[in-house]
């Protein structure tokens, strides 16, 4: 009997209970007791903040966030008019792909299999940058690419920040009514419930979207559309009979670009007033002095725009003896996005002091 | 052509590069250049943690840690004699049903096949008890299950922390002679990587150990072994033929015990002093007030054993006005592990000062 599956083109995901963000849940934040109030600025014992908040608003379309976050293109500037050598996780048609080809107009994007060999591509020098998805608006952080930055050392030196476009991707010259099947990756497919329900047809979940497009064109099957990217339309010839299916404003994806060696900057303080740094660390005393961690940034109005971490595989379980009996917990390393380069005298003072408490520290990379 | 695969029976897993944690990697932290330094007591501008810390050692092994983590058993106590029906994520043989069955010595435990219908059990009042995985120490967080969490209206009761055990199964009276191939899910191949290397046998990965082991035992394959639960070789009658295959210290399972009502505790304060709180809250100021946030808990001397986030799906992007332009974040439900009851007074407090500062605060329950 085969083990393996036969028709191993498009292989059925993974289903089993354990292995986390398969097909991920919609979620909507139910309020407690307490009620959704209105915006408060006071906080009892400090200070309002200075910054000036905007509520997310739906007139606020998703072109317009694309125009705030959209990065700078690299567009090969620092490689002397060759091309960049962009290595990108995934096969041809990927979102990642869609995503290396934005960031760096005049590239050579390079599909790898694995993650681990984008990686390789750098540490090899046959590829300048890698582009790696970390992080989803609505299902979370790509656990297991951060992972992959703390253990590499490969610099971050930029981000890029796009909205999803899951666009309905079928055969050329095929008729929207021809159409019986829709398949996609659960994400994407959890991402467009409400169109797709609305479509009424046959939904199937497959592991790679962009696989399942290069299937489509090239077996021309004319009864099946695929959600993918539009640089899968491009890839394999198909035609883009919808975009923007996803049901909600404010689905982005993050990437980092990174390079063997950290970016360089202008040296003026100007030019880095709208840099980023990520950090990672271990605490030694634990999640309970992550607060302190924290204030060394909020004392120094160094501020910390996202806070993350993934487990601690040196050290995941710390045991801990208190006034009654010894107790463990799970260990973690910490990773901070904070404004500001390293180089920055203020941001370096707060890196020293947080060195004090940190079993580890490395600064990942300062970027815009 | 088909799309989907022709033998479902045990389908590959997921490959796409952005679903998420499908094959976890390894880590080894590395140290910075500041190098891994011994433990430090002090911290600049704050007092020395009362608290005695202890390393985890090598000779600490997974016996004790099990000792030290293995939560009292619930038993059915309060079920006046008859079995406590809980449910579980997963088929028959999974790790889930293991910790089902390990938490509540008499239980009917009740297979699920998405955790979304373990929390409808629960609502419709068909189980009395849902049992979901929410982390693992070596590769972190269960995002959808979180998501799944503040979604719902169910309280965590309990937790029960388990060594993971990979145990090799084969069909009884097979030689491990015999074995050629060894099958089992990503997750658990990497947990024991370096054994399985040493084996040197032909490895395959398929996306559920538990229907793999069913199949196993009911096609009566001799040439094959799969990495699974004690309970899988228990309920499809095969052999262990090793156990705790591995690789590191460390390995636990974290999993909650969930009910449609909050745990009651005994009155008395002693009664809580073991007692664990975890809540969800938004930030209305975004990530930066988390240090303010978790100071509300620090200055009353509540440690926080745990601090988490998913993301925010009501409000993903948070835009922000500063003093040259206008940028956007990704914006965050917080989850936190605090020491102490949700009545108990000082948390209590803490919880209204909290509220101040967020777009909604919920307690997801209060437990041991």
Redesign the interface.
């Known amino acids: 009997?085969?083990?393996?599956?036969?028709?191993?083109?498009?292989?059925?995901?993974?289903?089993?209970?354990?292995?986390?963000?398969?097909?991920?849940?919609?979620?909507?934040?139910?309020?407690?007791d307490?009620?959704?109030?209105e915006?408060?600025r006071?906080?009892?014992g400090?200070s309002p903040?200075k910054?000036?908040?905007?509520r997310?608003d739906l007139d606020?379309t998703v072109r317009d966030?694309e125009r705030?976050?959209q990065q700078k293109s690299g567009a090969g500037n620092d490689f002397s008019g060759r091309p960049v050598r962009v290595a990108y996780?995934?096969?041809r048609g990927?979102?990642?792909q869609e995503a290396a080809m934005k960031s760096y107009t005049f590239c050579n994007a390079l599909p790898c299999?694995?993650?681990?060999e984008a990686f390789k591509a750098l540490e090899e020098k046959t590829a300048d940058r890698a582009i790696i998805?970390v992080?989803?608006?609505?299902?979370?952080?790509?656990?297991?690419n951060f992972?992959?930055l703390?253990?590499h050392?490969a610099s971050i030196v930029g981000e890029s920040?796009f909205p999803v476009n899951h666009c309905l991707l079928a055969i050329k010259g095929c008729e929207k009514t021809s159409i019986k099947r829709i398949?996609s990756?659960?994400?994407a497919i959890s991402h467009c419930k409400t169109r797709l329900e609305a479509l009424g047809l046959e939904i199937?979940e497959?592991?790679?979207?962009a696989e399942?497009a290069k299937?489509l064109s090239e077996?021309s099957?004319t009864d099946?559309a695929v959600i993918g990217s539009q640089i899968a339309a491009k890839e394999f010839g198909l035609q883009i009979l919808e975009q923007n299916l996803q049901e909600?404003?404010?689905?982005?994806?993050?990437f980092f670009h990174l390079a063997l060696s950290p970016a360089t900057f202008p040296t003026s303080s100007s030019g880095n007033?709208?840099c980023k740094t990520t950090i990672a660390f271990?605490l030694?005393?634990?999640?309970?002095?992550?607060?302190?961690a924290?204030?060394i940034?909020?004392?120094r109005d160094i501020?910390?725009?996202?806070?993350?971490?993934?487990?601690?595989?040196?050290?995941?379980?710390?045991?801990?003896?208190?006034e009654?009996?010894?107790?463990?917990?799970?260990?973690y390393?910490f990773l901070l996005d904070i404004e500001g380069h390293e180089s920055d005298p203020k941001v370096e003072k707060a890196l020293q002091?947080l060195?004090?408490?940190?079993?580890?520290?490395?600064?990942l990379g300062s970027y815009t």
Chains 1, 2 share one sequence.
Do not use: W
């Open positions: 009997m085969a083990l393996r599956a036969s028709n191993p083109l498009v292989p059925k995901i993974s289903r089993s209970g354990y292995s986390g963000e398969v097909k991920p849940a919609r979620i909507s934040i139910r309020a407690s307490n009620g959704l109030k915006k408060k006071s906080f009892s400090f903040s910054e000036d908040f905007f997310l606020l966030l705030l976050f996780q995934g096969v990927s979102y990642c299999n694995q993650m681990e998805p992080e989803n608006s609505i299902d979370g952080q790509i656990g297991r992972d992959l703390v253990r050392n920040i398949v990756h659960p994400q199937e497959v592991s790679n979207s399942a299937i077996n099957i099946t909600r404003n404010g689905n982005f994806n993050r007033s709208s271990s030694e005393n634990g999640v309970s002095d992550l607060a302190r924290l204030l940034f909020e004392t501020p910390v725009t996202r806070v993350d971490h993934r487990p601690n595989r040196s050290r995941p379980i710390r045991v801990v003896k208190n009654e009996h010894r107790v463990g917990y799970f260990d390393v002091n060195n004090e408490v940190s079993g580890f520290l490395r600064v």
